[in-house]
C-alpha cells in the first residue's frame, strides 16, 4: 500500500469519527426536542414527534448549503435517513403502505419516512386508510397517480369518504426488472406481473417476449413471490423484491418510459404547517348549471394561483355529475390561496380540502 493511500484512509477514518460523534450529538438534541415539547404540551392538545413542514424546511437547507461533490438529491437523502433514525429515538413512526412486503409503495414510504420507520402492509387500498383512521398506524402510503398509466382511482374514490388529509407526497422513478431463479431469458415459460405492470412494459414484451404467457396478479411483490417458487416462470417487479424473494435479474429496466415515474401521497390526521415551499389539494363539485366549471376555477385565476393539475371522478350520490381533484400551488393558509379558496367554496357544490403539504422532490 502507497504512503498517499495509507494517510488518505487515516483521513477517512477520522472523519467517520467525527461523523459518528456528530450523529449521536444530533441524537441527543432531539431526544432533548422530545421531552422539550413533552413539557410544553397542553391538556388535550396531541404530542406530534413528526413534522413535515420542519423535515421539509431542513432538507431545503441541506440543498442550498450543498456544494458538492454530493449532489443535492443525495445530500437529501442522507440527511432524511439522520433524520430518521432521531425520530425513531423520540418514537418510531408505524407507516401503513398497499403491500404486500417488496412493492414500490413501500420503496415510496422508506424514501419519504426513512429506513427507521416500521412499514406495515395491507391488503388493499381502503385497509391503509382503515390503519390510519383507527389509529394502528401514524401515516399512510397510497399511489395516486402514474405517469403512464394515469391516476389510481381506487384512492381518489377514499377520499371523497373518508377524513384522513394529505400530509405529503413522495414521486418513485419506476424501474421494472424483469428476474426469475436461473438468471437465464431461455427458462421463461410465464411471466407474472400487477396489469399497470404490463401495460408500462408492454412494447418492450412485445419485442423480447412476444408468445410468452403474461399471468396478471395482485401486484409485483405477489409476482416475484410466485416465480422464487416455478423455475419456469418471471416475474416484473423492483429491485426490492428481486432482492426479497432471492431472484436473479434476466433484464433491467424493461419499462417503455425511461421517465416512468408514480405519485404517492402520505395520508394522516394532522394539519402541516406552511414550509414556504407547498401545494394544496381540494376535492370539489360545481353546481349543475351552465358554466359551473368555468365559475369554479376563476378565482383561481383571479388570485393568480397555478393549477398543477385536475382530475374528474363520477359523483356517488348523482348519474353523470362529477367531483374534482384539484392540486394548487401555494399553502391553504397563505393570504391569496386563502381568499381564493374561500371565493371557490361559495360557488361548490360539495368543498373539501384534502391538505396542504411540502411540494414533492425526486
Known amino acids: 500500500m502507497s504512503s498517499e493511500l495509507q494517510k488518505l484512509r487515516q483521513q477517512i477514518d477520522a472523519i467517520d469519527e467525527q461523523l459518528l460523534q456528530l450523529f449521536n450529538r ?12 413533552k413539557k410544553e404540551l397542553k391538556e388535550g ?51 401503513a403502505y398497499l403491500g404486500p412486503e417488496g412493492t414500490f409503495t413501500q420503496a415510496a414510504a422508506l424514501k419519504h419516512f426513512g429506513n427507521s420507520v416500521d412499514t406495515i402492509p395491507m391488503s ?18 397510497v399511489p395516486v397517480e402514474n405517469s403512464t398509466e394515469g391516476v ?6 377514499m377520499f371523497l369518504y373518508s377524513e384522513l388529509k394529505v400530509c405529503g407526497e413522495v414521486e418513485v422513478r419506476i424501474h421494472h426488472q424483469l428476474a426469475n431463479l ?19 412494459c408492454r ?75 407547498d401545494k394544496t389539494t381540494i376535492l370539489l363539485s360545481a353546481r349543475n348549471r351552465p358554466g359551473a366549471l368555468l365559475s369554479l376555477l376563476k378565482p383561481l385565476a383571479e388570485h ?25 400551488d401555494g399553502h391553504r393558509s397563505d393570504p391569496h390561496v386563502a381568499e381564493a379558496l374561500e371565493e371557490l367554496q361559495e360557488q361548490a357544490a360539495l368543498f373539501k380540502i384534502l391538505g396542504s403539504y411540502p411540494k414533492v422532490e425526486l
Open 45 to 95: 392538545e396531541r404530542l406530534e414527534f413528526y413534522r413535515p413542514d420542519r423535515e421539509a424546511e431542513v432538507i431545503q437547507r441541506i440543498k442550498d448549503l450543498n456544494q458538492g461533490p454530493l449532489s443535492d438529491r443525495e445530500a437529501a437523502r442522507l440527511i432524511r435517513e439522520v433524520m430518521s433514525a432521531c425520530l425513531a429515538l423520540e418514537q418510531p413512526l408505524k407507516i
Open 26 to 37: 444530533r441524537a441527543e438534541c432531539a431526544i432533548a426536542v422530545a421531552e422539550a415539547k
Open 304 to 328: 393568480g394561483i397555478s393549477m398543477n393539475k385536475i382530475e374528474s371522478r363520477p359523483s356517488p350520490n348523482r348519474l353523470w355529475e362529477y367531483v374534482f381533484f384539484i392540486d394548487i
Open 182 to 200: 436461473s438468471q437465464n431469458p431461455k427458462d421463461i415459460q410465464r411471466i407474472y406481473s400487477h396489469q399497470q405492470s404490463f401495460a408500462q
Open 124 to 141: 388493499c387500498i381502503p385497509d391503509v386508510f382503515a390503519a390510519v383512521q383507527a389509529g394502528h398506524a401514524d401515516y399512510g402510503l
Open 152 to 157: 389510481i382511482s381506487h384512492t381518489l374514490d
Open 203 to 277: 412494447n418492450w414484451l412485445d419485442q423480447h417476449f412476444p408468445n410468452i404467457e403474461r399471468i396478471p396478479v395482485s401486484s409485483n411483490a405477489e409476482a416475484a413471490r410466485l416465480a422464487a417458487q416455478e423455475p419456469e416462470a418471471a416475474a416484473i417487479c423492483g429491485l426490492q423484491a428481486v432482492d426479497i424473494f432471492g431472484l436473479r435479474v434476466c433484464h433491467g429496466n424493461i419499462e417503455d418510459l425511461a421517465d416512468n415515474t408514480t405519485r404517492f401521497m402520505v395520508i394522516g390526521d394532522m394539519e402541516v404547517a406552511p414550509s414556504g415551499h
